[in-house]
């Protein structure tokens, strides 16, 4: 039999492990940071009728551009701006501040990022992150043939301006993620960090917002930093808040020059006529999409004085998510959900575990399993 090793598979491959999370059939998953809730009945029904319509075009090439796609996107995000009030200045609120030709979009945020990093980064070059922070930010960047830098956050998980800029300064990467709110912790770094990165580097500075949506109300999006910063480019997902995941559809937001570059390494017509409908119909419903963000925030809190009421302590979350310290075994525990019919994941940090927020019954049905696992075996 062949072993994966005896083929010539590249030299910085070797002995690597691919992603992945734990994929166990059990009635109540909690650990890959989706969307608790079904798509709405009515992006659904207007989901069918857009792929009803288009069908038998599939015969052509999609739009290269998605350029009706993008322009949903910018509107999107333009909405979030003039929510917020952050909008960068005065003349925001009249005129848009993130145009579509400011937008990028393909199959999840996932692969968004690496058309930055293969434009970015690549052989002889580096990334730097700030960990514990998402795992995929390491293997995208290595997987371009570049250098992973991971710097440790405070024991609080958070970045501070000085511990940031000191990093960025003393290893000249060239592109730096910042993720916010951070996955796995939950917790959002101040605008203030992400502009002192931006000034002590020449290079790219990544902001993953993919779970910005379920923030409270004192996160700021990196989206108010874009005009005048060619260099910053801020990722999001519908795979999270908009309940999208099974439809692979991230996207950023740069100056349309960063863009540019991400055109030469992208392959010809990456999005699929299917999904650019998909996500075109979907994003004319955003309330409906948005729906369960603020059930799935008060599910959170829920989880999150849950877990403090059994003594574990919970890092304050900004995401769908929350980490929860002072496990003593968390193999033993997650083990113990897993047999009660609830997965969480096991990320990895000493003494932790994650768990997404739920639909109500999920949720209660976690705490529940915790319950009687904590009184056998306390
Ligand atoms: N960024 C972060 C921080 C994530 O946690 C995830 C998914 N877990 C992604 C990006 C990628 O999501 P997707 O490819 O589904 O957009």
């Not at 009803?52 to 075009?57: G, K, R």
């Not at 996932?110 to 795992?135: C, D, K, M, T």
Request: hydrophobic share 45%; net charge negative; aromatic share 8%.
């Amino acid at each position: 039999m062949t072993s994966l090793g005896s083929l010539p598979l590249r030299d910085d491959l070797r002995g690597r492990s691919p992603y992945g999370a734990p994929v166990i059939d059990v009635p109540v998953r909690l650990n890959v940071n989706e969307n608790a809730f079904d798509v709405p009945a009515d992006v659904t029904a207007a989901l069918q009728e857009r792929i009803a319509a288009i069908s038998a075009t599939l015969n052509r090439y999609p739009d290269r551009e998605f350029t009706e796609l993008r322009t949903l996107l910018a509107g999107y995000l333009n909405s979030v701006l003039h929510r917020e009030g952050g909008a960068p200045d005065a003349q925001a609120l009249a005129s848009p501040s993130i145009e579509p030709d400011m937008i990028w979009a393909a199959n999840g945020s996932n692969e968004v990022l690496f058309h930055i990093l293969q434009a970015y980064a690549g052989p002889g070059r580096s990334a730097l992150g700030f960990g514990p922070s998402y795992s995929m930010h390491p293997l995208i960047a290595q997987s371009t043939g570049a250098e992973w830098i991971e710097v440790p956050r405070g024991a609080d998980f958070s970045i501070t301006v000085d511990q940031a800029v000191e990093a960025v300064r003393t290893h000249s990467p060239d592109v730096v993620f910042v993720c916010t709110p951070n996955n796995p912790t939950g917790n959002s770094t101040p605008l203030d960090v992400i502009e002192a990165v931006y000034d002590a580097t020449d290079g790219i500075v990544i902001v993953d917002e993919a779970y910005a949506e379920f923030a409270g109300p004192d996160f700021r999006t990196a989206l108010n930093l874009l005009p005048g910063r060619p260099r910053l480019i801020v990722s999001r997902t519908m795979s999270k808040a908009f309940a999208f995941a099974g439809a692979r559809l991230g996207y950023a937001a740069a100056a349309p020059e960063l863009v540019d570059g991400l055109r030469l390494v992208r392959m010809p017509y990456h999005l699929s006529s299917l999904t650019q409908a998909a996500a075109e119909a979907a994003l004319a419903h955003p309330d409906s999409l948005l729906a369960g963000v603020e059930e799935l925030s008060h599910q959170r809190d829920r989880m999150v004085s849950g877990l403090r009421g059994y003594g574990f302590d919970v890092v304050a979350s900004d995401a769908n998510f929350v980490l929860f310290r002072g496990v003593a075994d968390p193999t033993l525990l997650w083990t113990r959900l897993v047999e009660k019919g609830i997965l969480v994941r096991d990320v990895g940090i000493a003494g932790s575990l994650r768990v997404n927020a739920g639909t109500d019954g999920e949720t209660t049905a976690f705490l529940a399993a915790l319950d009687e696992i904590l009184s056998t075996h306390p």
